[in-house]
């Protein structure tokens, strides 16, 4: 296969394993026992029953832990410390056939763009966890397993399509968690109300007690 595609499915894997590891590797492995897709052989090892299970087990309970707000960022955290290197490792095993420079290009490449998943995915959880109902974080886990799902088996068939979408998403993920925090800081600072009226703009609260006083 062409060097370059290698390197695109390499880290088509790291992506998704930067959102969620554990779903990354149960996707893998029964999409490679069902005949699906066909990684290489240091990767052909998710397709272990044993292997389906343990990551099947410890996706619902990061599913779980993620509904509980407070559980949900201490949980996201943590994995600061598991996803990127189990990430780098994934996509050095999805190289391992090629050029053994390249076998550590995907590595190195694979850890960074993990990183860069996982702490966007990170921000994101922080900002909803100042919501302290379950259902944001339900729709989150439903939305980010969609997009592991999806560039974990497409990245195998259309590798430089998936990977670009990928990160276009990821592009648009960072824009929209920027701007996510900077209306909390205005809500949590005071300086941001919701307008008096239905379906009026937000004001500062600055302008409210302008407006009060004037009343």
């Known amino acids: 296969m ?14 998704a394993s930067g959102i969620s590891l ?20 240091p990767l052909a090892g998710v397709a272990s029953w044993w292997v389906i299970i343990a990551a099947t087990v410890l996706y619902l309970l990061e599913f779980v832990a993620t509904l509980v707000p407070g559980v949900a960022s ?25 050029d053994p420079a390249e076998v550590v290009i995907a590595a190195l490449l694979g850890g960074g763009i993990a990183v860069t998943t996982h702490t966007t995915k990170l ?8 919501s302290p109902e379950p259902v944001t974080n ?20 259309h590798p430089y399509v998936t990977l670009a979408l990928a990160l276009l998403a990821l592009l648009l993920t960072i824009v929209m968690v920027r701007l996510i925090w900077r ?13 008096r009226g239905f379906l009026q703009g ?7 007690s302008d407006l009060d006083e004037n009343a």
């Open 2 to 15: 062409n060097p370059t595609a290698i390197l695109a499915q390499a880290l088509g894997v790291a992506y």
């Open 22 to 41: 554990y779903a990354t590797v149960a996707v893998l492995g029964v999409a490679t026992r069902i005949g699906w897709i066909d990684p290489p052989m």
């Open 74 to 98: 201490a949980w996201e955290t943590v994995h600061s410390l598991v996803r990127p290197p189990a990430a780098a490792a994934l996509a050095a095993m999805t190289a391992w056939h090629a």
């Open 123 to 130: 921000g994101m959880r922080y900002a909803i966890d100042t």
């Open 138 to 157: 339900g729709v989150a886990n439903t939305a980010e397993l969609g997009v592991v799902a999806a560039v974990a088996l497409f990245v195998w068939h």
């Open 183 to 195: 209306m909390l800081r205005r809500v949590f600072s005071g300086r941001w109300v919701p307008g």
């Open 202 to 208: 937000p004001r500062t609260s600055e302008s409210v």
